[in-house]
């Protein structure tokens, strides 16, 4: 069995190490770490969101090594229209934030 979750790129480190932070319904339940060249080109850039399916635990064998421990990401799709949407709402949620409030 598979888990499905939107991950987003938190930041990629020195390079090389790429971090995504996994979603459920909006909120950061995990995180993955793994090598910068297993993302997708198009979204290698912090904020890049992708949906990723990860492989059932019990398939896994114990590896503590690495970027590549516990390696259970099976495929991993670049949403660039979601990461899009995702941009404008929070600019728009920032705007609504920095309005002055009314003198009532």
Do not use: C, K, W
């Amino acid at each position: 069995m598979t888990e499905r979750y939107t991950a987003v790129l938190d930041r990629i480190v020195d390079g090389e190490t790429a971090v995504l932070l996994l979603e459920d319904d909006g909120t950061v339940v995990d995180e993955r770490v793994l090598d910068v060249d297993r993302l997708p080109e198009d979204g290698r850039h912090e904020g890049a969101v992708f949906d990723v399916e990860l492989a059932d635990d019990d398939s896994l064998e114990a590896d503590d090594d690495g970027p590549e421990a516990n390696d259970d990401l099976e495929t991993m799709s670049y949403r660039p229209s979601l990461e899009r949407d995702r941009r404008e709402e929070a600019q728009d949620r920032f705007d609504r934030l920095s309005e002055r409030l009314s003198d009532e």
